[in-house]
């Protein structure tokens, strides 16, 4: 039977292909954050798949099939911050301006399918609103622990930083079209 456990974090190290780092290393928060998102784009997954309503399949675009497609990028850019450890774990599919064009489509199409927003508005509405609105923060999280760990000019892909930050906007809107469909109005704040 296969183990799943090395030990060695009980130093307060983790091992990424032979190469040791500080769990506290900027690094490691990165991929973190990225595997924390992604994980919540899981959960966010499967309340969908659970979910017999018809609005997540429309003529021009598939959510299920988005979200899977970002879940696969979100593992490429993991898999590109973690090479600068160790380059065996390059990824074959780096991100480029291409899918962050792609993540602009999507973010136009959904956007013409409930009216415009006029306020801020509160997080929540439907299950799966209120989920992509925390899938939403916990990108910018992503954002700002990229950001800290690498200015622009040192990432190693700077695609990674509008990728990242245009996710953000399409998991808003993704939020948005959502609670509309499901019928939850947008709640401005009071402040």
């Keep these: 039977m296969p183990k799943y456990y090395t030990g060695l974090g009980d130093n307060e190290i983790s091992t990424i292909g032979g190469s040791s780092l500080s769990k506290s290393d900027s690094l490691l928060e990165i991929i973190g954050n990225l595997d924390e998102l992604n994980s919540k784009l899981g959960t966010l997954m499967a309340f969908i798949n659970s979910d017999s309503d018809s609005i997540y399949e429309l003529d021009d675009i598939n959510i299920k099939e988005m979200l899977l497609k970002v ?3 979100i593992f490429s850019i993991n ?3 973690i090479s ?5 774990f390059k990824p074959k599919n780096l991100i480029s ?4 064009k792609e993540l602009e489509s999507n973010i136009s199409i959904l956007s013409s399918k409930f009216p415009d927003l006029k306020t801020f508005v509160l997080p929540g509405g439907s299950i799966q609103g209120a989920l992509t ?12 622990s990229i950001a800290k760990k690498f200015d ?3 990432i190693i892909n700077r695609s990674i930083f509008s990728y990242v930050n245009r996710l953000s906007s399409l998991l808003f809107v993704l939020e948005l079209y959502i609670n509309h469909k499901k ?4 709640i401005p704040p009071k402040y």
Excluded at 97 to 100: A, I, N, P, Q
Excluded at 183 to 186: A, E, N, V, Y
């Design 152 to 154: 622009y000019n040192s």
């Design 71 to 73: 879940q696969n990028k």
């Design 183 to 186: 019928g939850s109005q947008p």
């Design 133 to 144: 609105d925390e899938a939403r923060t916990l990108c910018r999280r992503c954002e700002r």
């Design 84 to 88: 600068t450890v160790n380059p065996i």
């Design 79 to 81: 898999a590109e911050f």
């Design 97 to 100: 301006e291409s899918d962050t």
